[in-house]
């Protein structure tokens, strides 16, 4: 909004704040050294307080910002680069982002300074607490990224000015190009900051919004802030204590007195770096002063302690947990998943809400129509919205698929009879449709954790109307993460999918592809799943899928497999045979026979 143009600026160094200037109208005038501008922008009350009390310190009035700001620092530059360079390509591939629309600066001293124009989050209101909203959303696109600075997420946080200088390094903070980022080294990099240098940039007032990030400020500007449990200190001084310790104390208080100010400093939202000058000036009245470095490490450790604001978890008692337990128990039937495997099923004892599957096998055993089927099973017997992410397939081979399961088909005939509009399939085609009319496909590719969870919302609200009962995921492989390698991605994968599951109280199966050292043939066991060990941590149950007889075996229209249940939280684990219909891709139970569990008991 073009009212909220006005911002705190310091030249000169940091004892020189609550200079308030409009944005269009303050000019360096040749001055370059230790310049800040704060992240914020205000309207013109801001001017009109400091006039009034001549600080910013208290003020808590509506703010907005022109950029969302990622600090990367650290002591090994090349490393905080790298990290840096990651952080713009994910950007680029998982939020739609254009490279031309991220600003990159190298600080002058230990860092880069990685920013977005807020125009890309859409319609940005300003707010007395848009600096919680700022926060959630930096958090969020920057979980899981090293040398990332989460502190400067404050009210009050001031940002070195680009073309200024670094007292301490004697360096510039600089600009560069994406191109130059990506190529420079840092001695390069280092060079070029020894002087003021431009780079063009695409103006933000030419830039659209972008909906992935649109969706991102959405959730966190819906976000009521002040239901949320917040962990401060106890030690909060009163207004006449306050008073009192500011006019300094002697030796034997002074440890005590300044956890107080740090906690009266937390409670107003300072940061670090404020809380820790404004105790310096307050230190100044001590008879005699602490050590500077003994004040320094005792706001640092309360700030360790107390910035991170998270939820106080529930703690329950046995009689609490009965009651829940009984609730739980009641609603088994009705909530819970079944395979349609039953002696898996009674192993199993079905899949609540909040719980995960992993389903693994080799490629071309069957995953895929065994997940469809399992989908397909619960959708007609709950009459609960399935959604089913394929990720792989297309819709196409989804429906073949759908009719070939519950008509009794070929794939070839349900193809043919389309083609010929053969009116007897769509009449069967008709009566599938009425039986499972809330098995509900997604086919984009390229999804992410949060945007599945975005989807799952946006069905649940504006497509079937009410709970997603089940969630299919045809594959884990095929879901996009962050991450230095395949292992790092797909274990965020699988640890996100169980957060998932828990924060959407929705059971979610996914498929997973085995290792290469397992055989067509081999019996599968916990580990097999390639790439990654967290999928067998963060699943509550892991079923293997493999073949009795190598492909090709024999002339039978039939596939014998074996289903083992590798892993059960809720009991004992085996294995028993199935078989596939070449025909109609079903899958069965074959006879019980030879299905006994690993521990030597009947399944």
């Known amino acids: 909004m073009e009212q909220f143009n006005y911002a705190e600026y310091v030249v000169g160094g940091l004892t020189n704040r609550n200079a308030i200037f409009r944005t269009s109208d303050f000019k360096l005038n040749g001055e370059r050294v ?6 914020f922008l205000c309207d013109e009350g801001l001017q009109e307080y400091v ?5 910013v310190a208290s003020y808590a009035g509506e703010h907005t910002s022109d950029a969302l700001i990622f600090d990367f620092d650290g002591v090994d530059l090349n490393a905080v680069k790298k990290s840096a360079l990651t952080f713009c390509q994910y950007l680029r591939a998982q939020f739609d982002l254009p490279l031309s629309h991220v600003r990159i600066a190298f600080s002058g001293s230990k860092g880069f300074h990685v920013s977005v124009p807020i125009t890309v989050f859409g319609e940005v209101a300003p707010r007395r607490d848009f600096y919680k909203v700022y926060k959630g959303i930096a958090e969020d696109l920057a979980d899981g990224f090293e040398y990332v600075d989460r502190s400067i997420y404050e009210r009050r946080r001031i940002m070195r000015m680009a073309n200024t200088i670094n007292s301490k390094s004697g360096l510039y903070k600089i600009p560069l190009s994406f191109g130059e980022f990506e190529i420079r080294t840092i001695a390069e990099i280092v060079e070029m900051a020894h002087e003021v240098r431009e780079v063009e940039h695409l103006p933000a007032s030419e830039m659209l919004p972008i909906e992935p990030l649109r969706a991102i400020y959405q959730k966190w500007a819906s976000t009521n802030f002040d239901r949320m449990e917040r962990r401060h200190p106890s030690t909060n001084p009163t207004e006449g204590e ?3 310790l500011l006019r300094g104390v002697p030796k034997g208080e002074r440890n005590c007195s300044a956890m107080k100010l740090v906690g009266f400093y937390l409670s107003k939202g300072f940061d670090q770096a404020m809380a820790l000058e404004h105790a310096r000036l307050w230190n100044l009245q001590n008879q005699p002063p602490m050590e500077a470095g003994e004040l320094d490490r005792l706001v640092a450790g309360a700030y360790m302690r107390y910035r991170r604001n998270e939820p106080v978890p529930e703690v329950y008692d046995l009689q609490q947990a009965e009651r829940i337990y009984r609730e739980y128990a009641k609603t088994l039937d009705k909530c819970s998943v079944k395979t349609g495997f039953p002696t898996i099923d009674q192993k199993m004892r079905g899949i609540m809400p909040g719980e995960t599957v992993s389903i693994l096998g080799k490629t071309a055993v069957g995953k895929s129509g065994v997940l469809q089927q399992i989908g397909l099973h619960h959708a007609e017997v709950s009459g609960e919205p399935v959604l089913f992410f394929s990720l792989e397939m297309p819709i196409t081979s989804v429906f073949e698929r759908a009719l070939q399961f519950e008509i009794g088909i070929s794939g070839r005939e349900v193809e043919s009879a389309y083609r010929s509009d053969d009116p007897e399939l769509a009449i069967q085609a008709n009566l599938v449709f009425a039986k499972v009319p809330n098995f509900y496909t997604v086919t984009r590719s390229g999804l992410t954790v949060e945007t599945i969870k975005r989807i799952v919302l946006h069905c649940e609200q504006n497509v079937y109307r009410r709970k997603t009962s089940l969630i299919l995921l045809d594959y884990l492989g095929l879901v996009q993460e962050r991450g230095t390698d395949i292992y790092q991605q797909i274990s965020r994968v699988a640890r996100s999918l169980k957060d998932a599951a828990k924060e959407l109280n929705v059971p979610v199966i996914y498929l997973s592809q085995v290792n290469r050292k397992f055989k067509d ?16 941590e963060a699943s509550d149950f892991v079923l293997g899928l493999w073949r009795e007889q190598p492909a090709g075996f024999g002339l039978s229209l039939e596939i014998k497999l074996v289903l083992g249940l590798l892993k059960n939280r809720k009991g004992g684990t085996g294995e028993v045979g199935v078989v596939m219909d070449k025909r109609t891709l079903r899958f069965a139970e074959r006879t019980r026979d030879k299905s006994l569990s690993k521990e030597g008991e009947p399944f």
């Open 34 to 39: 230790d310049c800040f501008r704060s992240l």
């Open 51 to 55: 006039r009034r009390t001549g600080s």
């Open 242 to 244: 306050l008073a009192s």
């Open 521 to 536: 043939c081999d019996p599968l066991e916990i580990g097999a799943a390639r790439d990654s060990g967290a999928v067998d």
